[in-house]
């Protein structure tokens, strides 16, 4: 079976679209899970376990147990009808994902914060630092540091889900080489090239933050 | 606003059939991905260069893409390529059963590693073989010390099941999006098939939770 | 009677937890350039009184006056008065993540608003002080306990405290990394720094001490002069107590910097 790879090139800037748009979507809802992740950590460590419960029972574990597509579905769908406005196919994934992430981000942050013992904030305290200056100049760097391996797979896996928003319509890599599939027949050398696309960036993405760990942050952790 | 809770009455065998579906898959998958996850494990172990080279890149490969794309791929791809006519479920098993294999091999090859530095020299000191050391000391232990993380890679796996939707495979999601394009009772049908997964996932999620607990503390 | 120059006082400070009083109505005070050794077994409550001092825990009632300002009415004043008071812990408690260097800057920086160059400045002189001049742009990970803890102490002096609290400073380190700690905390007192020191050292207390403060579950059992404590103790619970830990001590150990 004879494959020609020459309609990747012929339609290359309908494919390097949909690698900006799954840059977009994919940097946006990682930062978003970052920002949420990292709020939600500090509230379920430092706001006691009332609000801790909450949090954990109606976001985490909400986002956890609900597969991301069924909550994108939802959101996109059912949500407009309940409180009557519209959003566009790209903002909703973006926030959807963003949401769905920043629920793992909270539990590797919660960890990270846990493991950083308590004389830490002792020791901030007896220098005078107040609370809030003490948990973002001493204890959230030390968690983010030692949080950073699985950080790094979240970062991967943000990538990776940005494909989903594809189930919207938005025009994301996955969902260009869909429709160029559809309209080209040679569906085998589009999916092909999308894979080569996504794994080529991902997969040196993924080696770099593990060689800028090693070199730079393993030696801060303690 | 008027929902028509009382129409779901009406679907519920059909989202049940769905629920089966989703279940049935995620369990075959996994009892897929067991032995897949030994065998890309021990391909990357291997001394052989023939063996590791093609497991580090279907382990890596797969790590560094989407499932739904890896899904679609398979889904097109086999019967062109090698003339093979797969059911949309097989495809999807295939998909799934392929995605956990790699994440459970990069469990157990943690496992193996953290076991083996110090217990295998006291091993082979008592004169066991390599091969000996490895099937009565270290993968008992491995395996043992896998469980909290493999319950985790079962709970992704159950979620990542609705991706087969999209290949038309009927599990609950996909019964679930079409009863909407039928009933167009869009908020009642969603907010359904949202629950069902949350009522189905969220005992699991606490369950891979206590095991963690609950492994941790032997360490 | 508070006196004119009393640093730090407490007056009738009761502490619980869990039912039983780790501080029992206790009244002690610190004058300006004192030096203060706590000593008394493991358990009694010491550490406890350094960390009500600087409020890291509340009290339960009595009160705690630091220059002449009662400690723990509001939380402003809370970090007013820890600014004006230096802690030194058993576990160094350095920031990891920071270089020395960081280490040293960071609250001033942060909680005083000095300038990067001031608090490099400062920091500079604090680590000659105390013997690492060149340790600055290393990470506390790759130092060792002796040196950690030396750094915590330049990092505590870098606030410009009133008072320095040393927790057990000694208590974490092998017994060849005392020594030099030690020598750092000598040279302290000799420059006239007021300090409160939580220690089982007790041939640092006998020499380097204007008073010892004998601590026993949640009283001071007795205090004085280092001479009165250590040679001729009033009570039998000190007596007891310093029997034991002086053979331990008595010529088996020598510190560098030590008068003899």
Not at chain 2, 86 to 92: C, E, M, N
Not at chain 3, 2 to 17: A, H
Not at chain 3, 37 to 62: F, M
């Amino acid at each position: 079976m004879a494959f020609d790879f020459g309609v990747v090139t012929s339609h290359w800037s309908f494919i390097a679209q949909g690698c900006w748009i799954t840059l977009v979507v994919s940097v946006m809802s990682i930062l978003i899970a970052f920002v949420i992740g990292t709020g939600v950590a500090i509230a379920r460590v430092y706001a006691g376990e009332r609000i801790s419960h909450l949090l954990g029972f109606f976001y985490v574990d909400m986002m956890r147990s609900v597969p991301l597509l069924v909550i994108l579905v939802w959101v996109y769908f059912a949500l407009p009808v309940i409180v009557g406005v519209n959003v566009d196919p790209m903002t909703c994934a973006i926030v959807v994902l963003g949401l769905h992430l920043g629920a793992e981000v909270c539990e590797v942050v919660r960890g990270g914060l846990l493991s950083i013992r308590q004389g830490q904030m002792k020791a901030s305290l007896a220098l005078g630092m107040s609370w809030a200056q003490a948990i973002r100049a001493v204890i959230l760097p030390q968690a983010f540091i030692r949080s950073l391996p699985p950080l790094a797979s979240i970062i991967i896996v943000g990538f990776k889900d940005s494909a989903l928003a594809s189930v919207i319509a938005v025009p994301e890599l996955l969902r260009q080489s869909q429709v160029l599939a559809g309209q080209t027949f040679q569906p085998f050398e589009i999916y092909t090239a999308a894979l080569v696309l996504y794994g080529g960036f991902l997969y040196p993405v993924a080696l770099a933050l593990a060689v800028i760990y090693d070199r730079y942050c393993s030696r801060m952790a303690a | 606003m008027n929902f028509d809770w009382s129409a779901l009455w009406e679907s519920l065998p059909v989202l049940l059939a769905g629920v089966q579906t989703t279940i049935v898959l995620a369990f075959l998958a996994m009892l897929l991905g067991i032995p897949g996850g030994l065998l890309l494990c021990a391909g990357r172990r291997s001394r052989f260069r023939v063996l590791t080279l093609p497991a580090c890149i279907v382990i890596d490969g797969l790590r560094a893409t989407p499932v739904l794309l890896q899904l679609f791929w398979l889904f097109y791809v086999l019967p062109l390529a090698f003339d093979v006519q797969l059911s949309p479920y097989a495809t999807a098993l295939l998909a799934l059963a392929l995605n956990v294999s790699v994440f459970n091999a990069e469990i157990f090859r943690a496992g193996i590693n953290s076991i083996q530095r110090g217990q295998s020299n006291a091993a082979l000191a008592l004169g066991m073989s390599g091969t000996q050391v490895m099937r009565t000391v270290v993968l008992p232990q491995a395996l043992r010390r896998s469980i909290p993380a493999l319950a985790n890679i079962w709970v992704s796996l159950f979620k990542n099941t609705a991706l087969v939707s999209t290949i038309a495979v009927a599990d609950l999601a996909y019964v679930a999006l079409q009863l909407r394009t039928e009933t167009y009772k869009t908020v009642e049908i969603l907010t359904a098939m949202a629950l069902i997964y949350w009522l189905m996932g969220y005992p699991q999620a606490k369950l891979a939770d206590s095991l963690q607990n609950r492994y941790q503390v032997n360490e | 009677m508070p006196r004119e120059d009393d640093v730090l006082e407490f007056r009738e400070v009761t502490k619980r937890f869990d039912q039983t009083n780790v501080l029992d109505r206790v009244d002690f005070r610190v004058c300006a350039g004192e030096v203060v050794c706590i000593v008394g077994p493991s358990g009694s409550g010491k550490s406890t009184l350094l960390r009500c001092a600087n409020a890291l825990e509340p009290i339960d009632s009595g009160t705690i006056v630091f220059n002449g300002r009662t400690v723990g009415r509001t939380k402003r004043k809370l970090y007013k008065v820890r600014q004006q008071m230096g802690m030194v812990f058993q576990n160094f408690e350095l920031f990891p993540h920071l270089t020395v260097l960081q280490n040293i800057v960071l609250a001033p920086r942060i909680v005083k608003g000095e300038t990067e160059s001031v608090a490099v400045g400062r920091a500079r002189n604090l680590l000659r002080r105390v013997g690492l001049d060149d340790f600055g742009n290393k990470y506390p990970g790759t130092l060792s306990g002796g040196q950690q803890q030396r750094v915590a102490i330049a990092r505590a002096l870098a606030m410009e405290p009133d008072i320095m609290l040393f927790d057990e400073p000694t208590s974490a380190l092998d017994p060849e990394r005392v020594g030099e700690v030690l020598a750092v905390m000598r040279d302290l007192a000799n420059q006239g720094t007021t300090m409160v020191v939580v220690t089982h050292e007790m041939e640092f207390a006998r020499s380097v001490a204007d008073r010892v403060v004998f601590f026993d579950r949640g009283h001071i059992v007795e205090s004085g002069t280092p001479e009165r404590i250590f040679t001729n103790p009033q009570q039998e619970r000190t007596r007891a107590f310093l029997s034991h830990h002086l053979s331990n001590v008595n010529g088996q150990r020598s510190f560098p910097g030590q008068a003899h």
